[in-house]
């Protein structure tokens, strides 16, 4: 490790009152390595790692106006820890060590800040009914939770300093926000009267004079998709939390037109006075005809005559309202919503109008309402991934589960990176380009992985059931044995118990059967807000909770409250799942084996997140049961295996309830 990275790391680690670790020590030698030469590098960090450290460390080093550092990262707990906690640290023993000052500074999308304007009544209202939801009852308070939220919000945007949802201290929905809040394409900017006081102008300006910007992985999607301006230009890359990078630009890439989103359009449109706006309606109304005759799901062969007429029909009728709408609406807010609506459906449309094979389309409902909603979504973003995200720059990504089947390449293969061992690229059916359209030279994406050593000894600390013994999962209610197993596993280990579930019904379905059988709470995820329920989990040594995918990451609670970590099933993607089984399509004209490839490395990164939840700390002790025979008796099983940590593995039952019934022993004797 260079003496100066040496140096910071030491005086971080002494602040913390913490002890050198090999596996951080490690890790910030090979990313500072990546950041002078160049290249990719995969890094696996597991749980107790640092990982956050061993790459802060060395950009703390490097990063400069000269070579901006990125970091990005999946969930909004992990960029305030970085914002809050971290980067003030390093940044402090960077300037405290070698004199260096490192500013930073977070990066988020445009409608992820308030807008004075709105707040202020500078936009016609969202809702119609806006102002009677939030009118007082007599007793002094709103009449309906949205008028509440809205109210709570528009008092916060008069203290907030900056204007940042993600620094609320309350809960506002969806809904509520949009009230505040306005995207890119909506602002006025500089024709507003607060431009000179805009969050997310402020936001960007000061992004760009730092030296290190800390953003997530939607805005790197939206830099996927070709709109690489929204980053200040940068040397390098830092993708935290890399396992989700793939369905983010998948997401960020992904549109949609619904009934819903034509008649805010019309209503906008309407609002500011266009001309042509009855025949706008008129394909609306066509629209809605044809998408309802369509059966949901996936689009797999010609598209249906009806409903290609109606979309470019409504591709059609957006143009000529945007053209009643041209010219320079001089910050009248009311065209400009109408505009950021018009644009929005027209370029949908065009892109469904005009839709390949390298897309995705789909029928799906949208909304409480469940009015249908016509999909479409990229079947490759590796290519896009690798041609404007992790080149030219150095780049390097990182999580507790890149190695899948105990191998980098599941993993690269997804974000575009070629095989070294091969002079060929992985099987696909795209090629990669690079932002010319010129083919990508196997140097331009040269990549390497390392696995950097844990302080966890897995295999002392935990052990790893298979419920060999039930049947293989099948459609229908969550059957007896598996309730039974579950039941005689949570009594061992006295509640304590985290149930990781594959559908909302299984997961509500077990919840309510094993309440009457074991004498401790049991929380199901449908039942609050997710938050407060871990909260209450942490807190309460003999309660449980039940969940489904948002629990299978992310969710860090060491100690005793969480012995037990109960998954009923491998985390398949559902066989209706219009993209994934597109992808294995894919994968298999190219010749590859798609569920290999697809379905297979997806559930190895949700598994191996889902058993992670287990030991958080080096004290920590439990039981992973996982009650899906299949992980023992299918050839696959094995990759799903290594991909897991190495905990002591077992198939017998009794082997797992005796080790937890001695766990709950001794701490009764503590």
């Given at each position: 490790m260079p003496e100066p990275d040496q140096r910071i790391l030491a005086a971080v680690v002494g602040a913390l009152g913490g002890s050198p670790r090999p596996g951080q020590q490690r890790m910030v030698r090979e990313v500072g390595a990546v950041m002078d030469a160049g290249g990719t590098l995969l890094v696996q960090a597991g749980t107790g790692t640092g990982k956050s450290l061993g790459y802060l460390v060395p950009a703390a080093g490097r990063a400069d106006a000269n070579n901006r550092v990125v970091i990005s990262t999946a969930t909004i707990a992990l960029q305030r820890q970085l914002m809050r906690k971290d980067v003030p640290l390093v940044s402090a023993a960077a300037r405290a060590t070698n004199g260096r000052e490192i500013t930073a500074a977070a990066l988020?999308?445009?409608?992820?800040?308030?807008?004075?304007?709105?707040?202020?009544?500078?936009?016609?209202?969202?809702?119609?009914?806006?102002?009677?939801?939030?009118?007082?009852?007599?007793?002094?308070?709103?009449?309906?939770?949205?008028?509440?939220?809205?109210m709570k919000l528009r008092s916060w945007a008069q203290q907030t300093d900056t204007g940042d949802r993600d620094d609320l201290e309350f809960t506002a929905s969806d809904r509520a926000w949009r009230q505040v809040s306005v995207t890119k394409n909506e602002c006025l900017g500089s024709h507003c009267r607060f431009f000179e006081e805009c969050f997310a102008r402020l936001a960007r300006e000061q992004a760009a004079e730092a030296d290190l910007i800390v953003t997530n992985h939607s805005m790197l999607g939206l830099m996927a998709t070709g709109n690489e301006g929204l980053i200040p230009p940068h040397g390098v890359v830092v993708i935290d939390e890399a396992h989700e990078l793939v369905d983010r630009v998948t997401?960020?890439?992904?549109?949609?037109?619904?009934?819903?989103?034509?008649?805010?359009?019309?209503?906008?449109?309407?609002?500011?006075?266009?001309?042509?706006?009855?025949?706008f309606d008129s394909t609306v109304d066509a629209f809605a005809q044809a998408i309802v005759a369509v059966p949901e799901g996936r689009i797999r062969d010609e598209f249906p005559a009806s409903l290609a007429a109606a979309v470019e029909a409504v591709r059609d009728g957006a143009r000529q309202v945007l053209s009643d709408l041209r010219g320079d609406d001089q910050g009248n807010a009311s065209t400009r919503l109408a505009r950021a609506s018009l644009t929005e459906v027209f370029e949908v449309a065009e892109r469904v109008a005009a839709a390949s094979g390298a897309d995705v389309l789909w029928v799906s409902p949208a909304g409480p309402d469940s009015v249908p909603a016509l999909n479409v979504a990229p079947l490759d973003v590796?290519?896009?991934?690798?041609?404007?995200?992790?080149?030219?720059?150095?780049a390097i990504l990182t999580s507790a589960t890149l190695f899948l089947g105990?191998?980098?390449?599941?993993?690269?293969?997804?974000?575009?990176?070629?095989?070294?061992?091969?002079k060929a690229p992985w099987p696909r059916a795209s090629s990669r380009l690079d932002d010319e359209g010129r083919p990508l030279e196997p140097a331009a994406l040269r990549w390497r992985g390392e696995r950097v050593e844990t302080p966890f000894s897995y295999s002392r600390q935990g052990i790893l059931y298979v419920a060999r013994e039930l049947p293989p999962p099948a459609a229908g209610p969550v059957p007896a044995g598996h309730i039974d197993a579950i039941v005689e596993l949570m009594l061992a280990a006295g509640g304590r118990t985290l149930g990781l579930f594959t559908s909302r019904r299984a997961a509500v379905e077990a919840a309510q059967a094993v309440r009457a059988r074991v004498p401790w709470p049991v929380l199901s995820q449908d039942e609050g807000h997710l938050g407060e329920l871990v909260r209450t989990f942490a807190?309460?040594?003999?309660?449980?909770?039940?969940?489904t995918r948002s629990l299978w990451q992310g969710i860090d609670v060491p100690g005793d409250s969480c012995r037990l970590v109960i998954i009923d099933k491998i985390p398949f993607a559902r066989p209706d799942d219009p993209i994934a089984s597109a992808r294995i399509e894919q994968v298999t004209r190219a010749g590859g084996n798609g569920f290999q490839v697809v379905s297979l490395a997806s559930a190895a990164?949700?598994?191996?997140?889902?058993?992670?939840?287990?030991?958080?700390?080096?004290?920590?002790?439990?039981?992973?049961?996982?009650?899906?025979?299949?992980?023992?008796?299918?050839?696959?099983?094995?990759?799903?295996?290594?991909?897991l940590p190495d905990?002591?593995?077992?198939?017998?039952?009794?082997?797992a309830v005796s080790a937890l019934g001695r766990l709950q022993a001794a701490a009764r004797t503590d």
């Open positions: 988020k999308g445009w409608q992820n800040y308030v807008c004075r304007n709105k707040v202020d009544g500078g936009y016609p209202d969202e809702e119609p009914t806006l102002f009677d939801l939030a009118t007082q009852t007599d007793a002094g308070a709103p009449s309906s939770e949205l008028g509440s939220q809205v997401s960020a890439a992904s549109q949609q037109i619904s009934v819903r989103s034509l008649m805010t359009a019309s209503k906008r449109a309407r609002q500011a006075g266009a001309a042509s706006i009855g025949s590796s290519s896009a991934i690798a041609g404007r995200v992790l080149r030219p720059r150095s105990g191998k980098f390449e599941p993993f690269a293969r997804g974000i575009g990176l070629w095989d070294p061992q091969q807190g309460d040594e003999e309660t449980s909770l039940f969940g990164l949700a598994l191996a997140q889902g058993v992670g939840r287990l030991i958080r700390s080096d004290s920590d002790r439990g039981v992973v049961a996982i009650l899906d025979p299949r992980v023992a008796s299918k050839s696959y099983g094995s990759f799903l295996v290594r991909s905990f002591w593995r077992t198939d017998d039952r009794r082997v």
